[in-house]
């Protein structure tokens, strides 16, 4: 369990309401997915991982935002070694980084998952077209065909038509789960599973939490509490460099999800002791608007007493700090957390009265974007 420095007393009404409405929400499959997860899910892509890592030296995993960051997140973290090594494309629409992917793929053989939800976002959209193109110059059509797996809608989408017509292997993201909350199906268990990483004891820490879910509940409450009062961005702080894009993903889900008609709180983040030389003099002394949350991991005696000298430090300092004490750093630790910071989210999401499933600031971008597209 994601222990806790804080014990703020709740309104247990309040709260039990409104984990009731996040689980009937249409977009709350999330819930109860790591009890739904069953064996037979499990096996089926440990099947598909292990056709991947067949033929394949490298997996080119196409996607944006919750269909990235998750599954990045796991695989930086934990480092396992497969002998497949994960390649992420589709997340900028930068050419240089592009060719960059590609060299670095090299002549090693490869496989692509583009994963899209929607089956529409320009990114992945992009690059799918970039390394597909690679796939049919290197394996002519029909090979290339064998190596793409989508993983996308099951049922309508400009990339669910197009894997239908191609004879792609298909995965579904379920209907009733969105992007940020989705690194738990298919999106993320894929990728995940051909690196290495044990997603069976992943869904097996995220059940944990979602059978004591009462910390989160508590992290979400005082997050609201604290975003009230004038705190208006949370600074999430952790000891281990592997960790930089699971801070990432933390802050796609809280930003994303929280970040709606003018309502919450800015997510930012920080990886000591590396950002105690740059931004640790901000930390100490500077504009206190903000407060930090500390992502505890199991770690080393001289680390541990970095956290500590952190902790004093930053509270003499007038900073108000949050610990979460995770308690192993192992898809067990990383599955509790997940299943933490999204059950965290959903709660102060709806306590500053937003919908913490929908997106709709995306769009500005994209609106913009398509008419310089047009301009052309
Ligand atoms: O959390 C979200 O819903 C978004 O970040 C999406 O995951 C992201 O925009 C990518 O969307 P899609 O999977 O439809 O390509």
Redo the contacts with the bound molecule.
Sequence with gaps: MIDLNFNPRIDEEKASKIMEEIKADPMGGWVELPAKTTEEDLQKIHEIADKIKENSEVLVCI???????GHRAIIEALRPKSGVEVIYAGNSLSQREQDYIWEQIGDRDFSINV???????L??AKAFEFFKAKLAERYGVAEAARRVYAT?DAEK?LLHDEAVRDGYTRLT?PDNI?????VLTP?GLLPMAVAGVDIDALISGAKETMENPEHAVKYGFMRYVLGSKGYDTEVFASFEPCTMYFNEWIK??FG??EGKNHQGVFPASVVYSTDLHSLGQFMQDGRRNLWETIINYPTDELNAKVVKAVLTAHVTGRIPVLKLDVPSFDEKGFGELIYFFEMACATSAKLFGVNP?D?PG?EAYKNELKKLMAEE
């Design positions: 996607g944006i935002g919750g269909s990235y960051l994963i899209s939800k929607s089956g529409t976002t990114e992945p996308t989408g993201v969105g992007g940020r909350y989705s999106v796609q889900l994303e999800s499933f997106q995306v």
